[in-house]
Each structure stands twice: as C-alpha cells, then as structure tokens.
C-alpha cells in the first residue's frame, strides 16, 4: 500500500469543516471527477465517478471516531482509505489532514492513467487541488 498524506488550513470553524466532511451530496463540488455522490444512512456511501469517458459506482464505508474530529473512508474495489482528521487551530481556524493509502496497481487498474512516480504525483496533485477546492468552498460560505 502507498500512502499520502496532505493538509490544508481553512478559515471557519472546526464544526463547519466536520459539517461539510457529511455533505456526501456535495463532494461532486470539490472532488474531481466525482460526477454524483449520495450517503445511505450514517455509514454508507455511494459515488459515481467519471473515468475518462466513462463512469464506475464505487460502494464506501463511513466511520467517525474521535469524536467528531476523525472520518474515515474505505472502499474495497479498488482498495483506498482515507481518512480525514479535523483539527482546531483557534476559534475560527481550522486544519484538515488528509491521509490516503492505496494499492496503486489496483488504483491504476480502476481509473487508468500513469505508474510509478507519475502516477503518485498525478495523485498528489489531485488531493491538493481537492482540498483547495474545499477551502475556497467553505471560506466563501462565510
């Protein structure tokens, strides 16, 4: 399994960011390639995503521990799992932690795209994108 790790500052409140962390619906506005995403109850979740010029369903598992301040993703085909660790700064700031752990021969199998160090960086440079999107999404809701 490799893995990454990534964070992210954002200016709200740890509350807000743990909120949107549960907006299944509303990971399509900053994940790229997420096209629909729905939660089947508290544990459940489902995602279309667009691969190229298709599109997969993948079925996760949702789990928060930590109180409120871990959520832990996992999909089975192609195994990942992410979790996403919310940690006060003060007040009115806010630090998210990605870390992500993938098989990347199963990754590359699923979604196409690069081996080895490309396909890490692809990686990378998707998660960062990812969790600017989300900042700017929850920092212009101020």
Not at 86 to 108: F, G, I, K, M, S
Request: aromatic content about 8%.
């Amino acid at each position: 399994m490799s893995r990454l790790e990534e964070q992210i500052n954002v200016d709200v409140p740890a509350q807000e960011v743990w909120a949107q962390l549960h907006r299944i619906d509303e990971y399509p506005m900053f994940v790229d390639g997420v096209r629909a995403a729905a939660a089947h109850g508290s544990s459940r979740a489902h995602l279309d995503i667009r691969i190229g010029d298709g599109e997969q369903a993948f079925e996760t598992r949702l789990a928060d521990r930590g109180n409120g301040q871990v959520m832990d993703w996992t999909v089975d085909s192609p195994e990942l799992k992410c979790a996403f660790a919310v940690n006060p700064l003060d007040d009115e700031h806010t630090q998210l932690q990605v870390r992500l752990e993938y098989d990347p021969e199963a990754v590359r199998a699923a979604f196409g795209g690069p081996k080895g160090f490309a396909q890490v960086h692809a990686i990378e440079e998707t998660v960062r994108a990812d969790l600017e999107k989300f900042k700017d999404l929850l920092e212009k809701r101020q």
